[in-house]
């Protein structure tokens, strides 16, 4: 029999001292629920890998919902949420958090299709999850606190640096893993495990039977890892990519412009505004249409994403050394900021870049100091002359042909003197 690892001194090092005392209260909760508890997925993996990661997922075997109730009692502050429907909870206290699950088992009727679920045993629930590396537990309930749960061998994966699936059908029941593989594959610099890998091919083609809206939230995973273009190229090379697009391209382009992205926000890393319209920068107007209604992006993530594709065909345009600011202005504005700043990472013309930078720094914030009503006391009656002479102004204002309010009741007068 293979002896007992007990990790609670790692978690006494790893983990804040908040966190740590929380799980020790939420073990002694649940046995005296009657219930045994545990920590379950990417926290143990980061555990025994010796990376931070605060985000606690806890499993009862029994009910999460009556454990977090008595939980929050316990520890007398926070806030709890709670779904009846899938019986799990979530605890926020003084800008902590950890998440509640009954352990449960999933049934898939059929491919893509969310999983039938019923309430289970921890070996179950585990069983569930998509990787081994990701399906180990940590028992929380005294007597037994600290000791590690590895069923399927994710502790010599881990070792290995192996991503693998739980089963042969894994992929099949849902593909959203192939997505999940690569992420955890790149973002660890592990590699997918020979079967795995060969499962992973044979099945990428059930990716067609993901909702836009669960690709859309594996896509948003993605960007929000430290260097996504990994993901994007491994996915171009086994055909994954193709599968969300055939237009769009994991490669040496995206890596950098992802990079410049990066260096661009910093100290941030870039939002999904930014990189999404970069990733989808060479599709063609209906292509980013296609995408934008698969995904079923927001209405402003996906303003964005025309707008990017808009922007690029004016590129030309702003490619001409010779252009006047106000030229430059009316080119870009009008235009959603990260689809501006997307076109100045991806487009290749130097000049058109300096334009949208002077753009960006500059020429967005200026306005003529005059008002319409102003004008109207310098004696233009309201109307639509009004607007247009406040359009002069603007322009005269981003040529510099203007600096003070002065100089521009001076054109304005030249202008009135002209006209009568
Ligand atoms: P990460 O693993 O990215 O560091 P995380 O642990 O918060 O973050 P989640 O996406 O919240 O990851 O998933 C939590 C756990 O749920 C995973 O470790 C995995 O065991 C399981 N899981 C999530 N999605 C799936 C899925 N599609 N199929 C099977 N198991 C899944």
Redesign the pocket.
């Known amino acids: 029999m293979s002896k007992t690892i007990n990790l609670a001194s790692k978690i006494e090092k790893q983990l804040p001292a908040e966190l740590v005392n929380f799980m020790q209260a939420a073990g002694e909760v649940a046995a005296a629920q009657g219930q045994k508890l545990y920590l ?7 555990l025994l890998l010796g990376r931070t ?1 605060l ?1 606690l ?1 806890l499993v009862v075997e029994g009910n999460a919902i009556a454990l977090a109730r008595q939980l929050i009692t316990k520890i007398n502050r926070g806030k709890i949420t709670t779904h009846p429907r899938f019986n799990t909870a979530k605890l926020q206290w003084d800008g902590w958090s950890a ?1 509640l699950a009954t352990a449960r088992s ?1 049934t898939y009727a059929k491919p893509g299709a969310l999983p039938s679920v019923e309430p289970s045993s921890i070996d179950k629930d ?1 069983f ?4 081994t590396i ?2 180990m537990a940590i028992r929380l309930t005294p007597g037994h606190y600290g000791e590690l749960i590895e069923l399927y061998g994710g502790r010599d994966d881990l070792e290995h640096r192996l991503i693998r699936i739980l089963h042969e059908k ?1 992929f099949t ?2 593909a ?2 192939i997505w ?1 593989g690569l ?2 594959e790149q ?1 660890l610099s592990f590699q997918l495990e020979p079967d795995t890998l060969k499962l992973l091919k044979r099945d990428t083609p059930r990716l067609d039977t993901i909702s836009g809206d669960r690709t859309r939230y594996e896509l948003e ?1 993605i960007l929000q890892e430290e260097l996504p273009e990994k993901v994007f190229l491994r996915a171009e090379e086994l055909g994954v990519l193709a599968r969300l697009h055939l237009s769009l391209r994991g490669n040496g382009w995206l890596a950098e412009k992802f990079k410049q992205a990066r260096q661009l926000s910093s100290p941030n890393p870039p939002p999904a505004e930014l990189y999404l319209p970069i990733l989808a920068y060479h599709l063609t107007i209906e292509e980013n249409e296609r995408l934008i209604s698969y995904l079923r992006l927001p209405k402003a993530l996906a303003q964005i994403l025309r707008d990017s594709i808009s922007l690029k065909a004016s590129l030309g345009s702003l490619a001409d050394p010779e252009l006047t600011p106000s030229r430059i202005y009316y080119l870009i504005h009008g235009y959603s900021p990260p689809a501006i700043t997307a076109n100045s990472i991806a487009g290749d013309s130097p000049v058109a870049r300096r334009h949208i930078q002077l753009f960006l720094d500059k020429l967005r914030y200026v306005k003529p100091t005059l008002t319409g009503n102003d004008l109207k006391r310098m004696g233009i009656a309201p109307g639509p002359r009004i607007k247009e002479i406040l359009r002069q102004l603007h322009e005269a204002r981003l040529d510099g042909k203007v600096t003070s309010k002065k100089e521009e009741m001076g054109l304005v007068e030249g202008w009135l003197g002209k006209s009568n």
């Open positions: 379950v997925g990417g926290v143990v993996r980061d990661n985000d997922d998440d999933e585990l569930r999850r998509d990787f990701n399906a894994s029941d849902d959203t893993r999940r992420r955890y973002r995973c």
